[in-house]
Structures are given as structure tokens and as C-alpha cells.
């Protein structure tokens, strides 16, 4: 099946935050408070694929529920699991709660602890910056880095994918 096929079949999209909607780096203050960037046209994309009738939501294996779910929230994802220290029992209690496939699914990742979850969904994205694991893992690599519009490239190809 052709990537665009695959990517018609999706009606969720779950990514890593760490390295997919941030570009990796971890920021703390001299107190220990973490920090996080993230882009403004990854937002945009969630923002379209939300305005197209479609679900997301954010695996991540790192604390920092608190500064993950204000974006999450911003954004109007539906799902935020974080400190997840299995992404494979979490990626199955979402697509049971959301009444998906595994083949309706696209999850972008970056880095080892993805690679069982790229393995399962239908669609499965590897940010183009990402550890060599997870590329193997992909079908499909972004042209841009996590952090730095990788995730609106994702959005427009399955969002266009439906037209």
C-alpha cells in the first residue's frame, strides 16, 4: 500500500513531544524548572487536523506533565499520557477510547523508546533528525527536524491525503 493510502486510512495522531514537537534540547532554570519550546506551525497543523474532525495526543516517557499538558490543552488534544513507561499499553488504551484501528493511527516518533509503537500503527512517522531505530521503524521521514515543523508536515500530508 502506497503512503498515501495508508495515510487516508488515519483518524488519529499520536506523537512523541521531546524531539517531535520540541527539537530535543532540555531547558532548566537555576531553581530546576524545565522548559520547553515548541513551533508555531506544528500548532497551526494540529490546529487544521482538529478542524478537519480529527483526534491527537502526546506519548511521552518524560515527566513535565505539567508544561506537556498547558500545550496539550492549548492545542486541544485529546489524549496526554506522560511519564509513560509503556508506550505500547498506553498507544492500545488510546485507540480503545478513541474506537480506532491500529491502521487508523499515525504516531511520529524520534528515538528508541518509539520504536515498538512505530511498529504497530498504520502509519508510522520518523522526524528527520530522529535516531537511525526509528527511521528504520517509518514509513515515512519528514523533511524537517521535531521542534522545528516536522509535525505541520505531517499534518498537511494527511490532511491533503483526504482531499
Known sequence: ???????????LLLMDCDGVLTDGRLYFTA???AMKV?????????????AAGFRSGIIS?????EIIGRRADELGMTYVRTSSRDKVADLRAIISDAGVALDEVAYIGDDVGDVEVLKLVGFP???ADAA??????AIFVTD????????RQVTDLLLNSKA
Request: hydrophobic fraction near 45%.
Open 61 to 65: 516517557g518524560r515527566g513535565a506533565a
Open 31 to 33: 531553581e530546576g524548572e
Open 132 to 137: 537511525v531505530e526509528a527511521i528504520d521503524a
Open 1 to 11: 500500500m502506497r503512503i498515501e493510502e495508508r495515510a487516508r486510512l488515519v483518524k
Open 144 to 151: 524537517l527536524g521535531g521542534g522545528r515543523g516536522a509535525v
Open 125 to 127: 512517522v520518523a522526524v
Open 38 to 50: 515548541f513551533h508555531a506551525r506544528d500548532g497551526q497543523g494540529i490546529a487544521s487536523w482538529h
